[in-house]
């Protein structure tokens, strides 16, 4: 019997939500004048946004999702406020293979270290297996975040890649991981957990 | 300087839309070969619309893309093309793909040559310092090319390609500039100093 | 002339985009009322795009959708929507479909009773000769419900969904105009 009650998009503590355009756009844009964020978050040259700047961006995500039909972009909020305090993103869907690549975080500071980021990764892995019927998800990760590195092997993520040196940050080089996960695997661990 | 475009069997010319997009369109009906280059589901493309993809590409002429195509030394002949894009410029890192269209032309050293010369250019021309590639699991003549070029094996995506019922691997695999020249310095040493021009007697 | 919008505990209406697309978003974010509706991946599109999306969509704004909102005839409260869309005005067939957003309306009558008024309009205004509609096959009150609008089961497609890991069927209804004709007692 298919499991229609169990809510796809809300948990204990933080609900994964749509884009509010104006005022999501404000919060967004704080936190990408946040470098430390910015630098754990993405690969590329760290840029802050101004929130009309952040709100083209919205407008292009959503352009994509309805015509590319190979992302889906969630911002995630505090229960019980809807407060924005981060982003959940499956993109780069290969559907004939079942592949995807995750991406997600608590954008900021006082909102880590709070168990959000695990909540809102077991959700993003159940749309991901249980409705968009992946059969693999990809997490990229920079070797300096140790904290990524840490949830996703929490939740039986392999390193499969070691691009050594391919990024330059701080002055240093550092080896950008690829982390996979299957769909068996993840269900494997769900019901084992129970 | 060295003519850095040129190898021992190949060279690295232009592209030139009309002429590639019609050896496209005859090379994409060979469901073999889209299969070992290409992920997505094999595709065939009229060579119109080909055309129009490459000449926008081209226009773009973003520094961060460096197409050839490839073509016998000999007799001038189309071979395939080859493509440096840089995906990081803080870490001089980019993607190399390389595609040889008739299976005619495979396994005679065409590819390794035209790796060895972009990987040249790659670390002396643009300087990057490192160059990455996927590979299929399925595809051993390409995996071992890119050894002998001097790619090491970096890891893969398990299972990320389902064809024929199977799911097969997407092996990734890396060379770092360093490693690189390593192996090369000596021999780039040499050339150069071959290349000056001889001293000249002194005039009596 | 009868008023074919009211029925016996609804009315049909039309909406602004504005409120349309709030009553989407959050019926959007109810995991059970999605997975009843629908079988595309569950979406949280933003208020701003669901608007644009009615606004300047055909499938909201052409000769050929009949798009209308549920309201309670007693507190006047919308509480979801009805859709026709004339698949092929040569063969006269329509597609119908229905979502009841506001869970406390469920299981009371209102989805049957607005999916006779918008069976009605087809039959009546449109005079199509045959209306269709999908459904998920572990939707069971939708089922009955239909049946009880005169609809009969017409096929399943197997295994059409996947969710969770479980493969769910696709059950296709019809009615025809004689059949609907003869189970109101012909055209009042």
């Known amino acids: 019997m298919i499991d229609i009650q169990t809510q796809l998009f ?3 503590d933080i609900c994964f939500g749509p884009i509010d355009h104006e005022a999501h756009a404000e919060i967004e844009s704080k936190w990408t004048h946040d470098a430390e964020f910015m630098r754990l978050m993405e690969l590329k040259p760290v840029r802050p946004l101004s929130p009309a700047m ?17 992302l889906f972009y969630f911002t995630i909020r505090a229960c019980p406020d809807d407060r924005l305090i981060g982003k959940a993103v499956i993109e780069w869907i290969e559907w004939t293979n079942g592949n995807g690549y995750l991406r997600l975080g608590i954008g900021s500071a006082e909102d880590r270290r709070k168990g959000y980021g695990t ?52 002055g240093q080089f550092w080896d950008i991981i690829s982390f996979g996960l299957l769909n068996s695997e993840w269900r494997e661990q769900a019901n084992g957990r129970g | 300087m060295k003519d850095i475009l040129k190898g021992e069997s190949v060279r690295l010319s232009a ?22 280059l290409d992920s997505r589901a094999a595709h065939m493309h009229s060579a119109k619309g080909i055309k129009e993809f490459l000449e926008k590409e081209i226009e773009k002429e973003s520094p961060a893309n460096h197409f050839f195509t490839i073509r016998t030394l000999n007799d001038n002949r189309l071979l395939g093309d080859i493509n440096l894009n840089v995906i990081n410029w803080g870490a001089r890192d980019a993607f190399v793909g390389i595609g040889i269209g008739n299976r005619n032309d495979w396994g005679k050293g065409y590819g390794t040559d035209a790796m060895k010369i972009i990987l040249r250019f790659a670390f002396t021309e643009i300087n990057l310092r490192r160059v990455t590639l996927t590979v299929f699991e399925y595809n051993p003549r390409a995996i071992r090319c890119y050894e002998k070029a001097g790619f090491q094996h970096e890891g893969c995506l398990r299972g990320a390609l389902l064809r024929d019922g199977k799911r097969w691997d997407i092996f990734y695999m890396g060379i770092l500039c360093d490693d690189w020249m390593e192996k090369h310095y000596e021999q780039t040493a040499e050339d150069r100093i071959a290349s000056l021009p001889k001293p000249q007697p002194a005039l009596s | 002339m009868k008023d074919i919008y009211r029925g016996a505990l609804v009315r049909l209406t039309v909406e602004s985009p504005e409120d349309m697309s709030k009553m989407f978003v959050r019926w959007d974010r109810d995991t059970e009322t ?7 991946p569950a979406q949280l599109w933003s208020e701003k795009f669901i608007k644009e999306y009615i606004e300047k969509n055909q499938i909201y704004n052409s000769p050929q959708a009949f798009r209308f909102w549920i309201r309670t005839l007693v507190e006047d ?16 067939e329509a597609w119908v479909g229905i979502t009841i957003g506001e869970r406390e309306y469920w299981s009371k009558g209102y989805g049957t009773d607005a999916m006779r008024l918008a069976v009605r309009y087809g039959f009546v205004e449109i005079n199509l000769r045959r209306i269709s509609l999908g459904l998920n096959s572990y939707n069971q009150r939708a089922l009955k419900s239909y049946e009880k609008a005169g ?38």
């Open chain 3, 151 to 188: 609809f009969k089961m017409e096929g399943t497609l197997r295994g059409e969904g996947l969710r969770d890991g479980q493969r769910y069927d696709g059950y296709y209804m019809g009615i025809l105009r004689e059949e609907w004709l003869a189970l109101v007692g012909g055209l009042l």
């Open chain 2, 15 to 36: 592209v030139d839309p009309e002429e590639l997009a019609k050896a496209y369109a005859v090379w994409n009906s060979d469901s073999e070969l889209m299969r070992l």
């Open chain 3, 77 to 92: 409260k919308l509480i979801g929507n009805v859709s026709l869309w004339v698949n092929s005005w040569t063969h006269s």
């Open chain 1, 54 to 70: 952040v709100k083209k961006q919205y407008e292009d995500l959503e352009k994509q999702m309805e015509e590319d039909k190979n």
């Open chain 1, 119 to 170: 909540q809102a990764l077991k959700m993003l892995l159940r749309y991901a297996f249980g409705e968009l019927n992946l059969y693999r998800v990809t997490a990229v990760v920079p070797a300096y975040n140790e904290g990524a590195i840490r949830l996703f092997q929490k939740f039986g993520f392999m390193e499969e890649i070691r691009r050594r040196k391919a990024l330059n940050r701080d």
């Open chain 3, 34 to 40: 999605h997975r009843l509706a629908n079988t595309n």
């Open chain 1, 10 to 12: 809300q948990t204990q």
